[in-house]
């Protein structure tokens, strides 16, 4: 399977401790997003890398989140003091940009995380 | 700010039945247009696209058009099939307003009947 993969795909925890996602996007994929979904929403845009440069941050991003691709190819999401408020699922996508709008996102399926 | 609006569901249909999903939205440049689905148990999809203004985007029997002059991207299908049941995502790309990240609408929860 060459798509986008996400790990863990379920990850409950108690408020006030830290957590970290991974995402792998697809090969050769130069762009790679994070979203959060929400029960009954839709995803929100949290954030998005070309290549290693992490170039827009929504303000949905607070500062206990921080999101890192450092060798340009896969990237994590950490969680710091974690708040029931951040239950939700957390989407990641990617897509090969040539700079233009219709540039497709392809999207994993997904962490899920409960915080008690 | 971009935003989408698209008709609150669930929606219950027979199978075979005429699908409309409403879908209108708000762009500050010129926003390409998508809508996704995400099947039970499975992540988001991409149904189909359009990029400019009257494409129509289409894919497994649905259909789209990008209406400038109504902000509107409704999704349509001639004949629902039980298969068809999912929750669909109307979204927007407008990186030339500034927004590099799809803009979601809420989702509306299809239910197919046989």
């Known amino acids: 399977d060459t798509g986008v993969s996400q790990d863990p795909r379920h990850k409950i925890t108690k408020r006030g401790q830290n957590v970290t996602f991974r995402c792998d996007p697809i090969s050769e994929h130069n762009r790679l997003y994070w979203y959060r979904q929400t029960l009954g929403q839709g995803p929100e845009f949290l954030t998005y890398f070309q290549n290693e440069a992490q170039l827009e941050k929504s303000r949905l991003l607070s500062d206990r989140f921080s999101a890192e691709r450092p060798k340009g190819s896969f990237s994590t999401l950490e969680i710091q003091r974690t708040e029931q408020g951040d239950s939700a699922m957390y989407l990641c996508?990617?897509?090969?940009?040539?700079?233009?709008?219709?540039?497709?996102?392809?999207f994993g399926p997904g962490t899920r995380l409960t915080v008690l | 700010g971009n935003s989408v609006t698209q008709m609150e569901g669930p929606v219950t249909l027979s199978e075979e039945a005429f699908l409309t999903i409403n879908c209108t939205y708000t762009a500050t440049g010129y926003p390409s247009l998508f809508w996704y689905v995400q099947y039970p148990g499975e992540g988001l999809q991409l149904l189909l696209k359009?990029?400019?203004?009257?494409d129509k985007g289409s894919n497994k029997g649905f259909e789209a058009t990008y209406r400038k002059e109504t902000t509107s991207f409704h999704l349509e299908k001639g004949s629902v099939q039980v298969s068809d049941s999912a929750v669909y995502f109307c979204?927007?790309?407008?990186?030339?307003?500034?927004?590099?990240?799809?803009?979601f609408g809420k989702g509306t929860h299809l239910i197919i009947q046989p």
């Open positions: 996508a990617s897509s090969l940009t040539s700079g233009r709008p219709t540039d497709t996102q392809y």
């Open positions: 359009a990029t400019k203004a009257d």
């Open positions: 979204a927007l790309s407008d990186p030339g307003g500034g927004a590099d990240g799809l803009t």
